[in-house]
């Protein structure tokens, strides 16, 4: 029972083929394609919409340098939404639950920005490594503290998406099989428990848009701070 919970954080296959790839490729095909009529219909003005409010709310505090990451963002923001929309259906596959995944996206994103940081104000990167004012004897600690703390970003970008959908897929599934089970027993009990289980998946809606909205977010913070 224990090992059966996992099951639905493993990659299903096909025939021996793992299909992780035709899960990834699925949002891509769902998003609306933009027409060459004059006006567009209300899902591509939805999207629109929606695409224009999230670039001006991410990359108000950042310079025009860092505006060039804006199509990036905002296409890796929906991505992520999808993937974790997606994964709440009956009978779906969350790739997002990888934490191998969410290193792919978070540590290459990382590293640009860091390299962006080094290249264009090398002074200004290294000086976040050492807080002003600090005393002779405790700058060599602070210095590996920092650097540390700047290499575990990507890390805890991973693992904080990982970690909250992982969490929600298995309290959904607890309290599913729970409800199952109690209503030839306990009938006032199970319903009880399936209410439990709509709220908490309504709660897992907002969670899987708030986690991708706070991924993408985190990654535009390490872009201020470098450009």
């Given amino acids: ?27 891509w095909i769902l998003f609306p394609k933009p027409t060459s009529r004059w006006l567009n219909n209300r899902l591509l003005s939805l999207q629109g919409w929606f695409i224009n409010g999230f670039t001006q709310q991410i ?3 950042i310079n025009l340098a860092g505006h060039k990451w804006a199509a990036l963002l905002a296409s890796l923001m929906i991505f992520l939404i999808t993937l974790n929309m997606l994964g709440l259906l ?18 290459p994103l990382w590293l640009a920005t860091v390299l962006i940081g080094m290249r264009n104000q090398p002074n200004h990167a290294l000086a976040h490594l050492l807080p002003e004012g600090t005393p002779t ?10 650097t540390i703390s700047l290499f575990i970003r990507p890390l805890a970008l991973g693992v904080r998406l990982t970690a909250n959908l ?9 309290i599913a099989t729970a409800a199952f089970v ?24 907002a969670v899987a848009m708030i986690q991708a909205y706070v991924f993408v977010l985190l990654i535009s913070l390490y872009l201020q701070e470098n450009v």
Avoid: C, R
């Fill in 1 to 27: 029972m224990a090992l059966s919970f996992f099951d639905q954080f493993m990659s299903p296959t096909y025939m021996g083929v793992p299909l992780i790839a035709l899960a990834l490729v699925l949002p």
């Fill in 59 to 61: 990359f108000l505090p």
């Fill in 90 to 107: 009956p009978y779906t596959f969350t790739p997002t639950t990888q934490l191998s995944l969410n290193m792919a996206f978070a540590v």
């Fill in 137 to 146: 004897l405790l700058i060599p600690i602070l210095i590996i503290i920092e």
């Fill in 166 to 174: 992982t969490a929600g897929h298995l309290l959904i599934q607890l």
């Fill in 182 to 205: 109690l209503l030839p027993l306990m009938p006032t009990v199970a319903i009880m428990t399936a209410t439990l289980l709509f709220l908490l998946t309504l709660l897992e809606v």
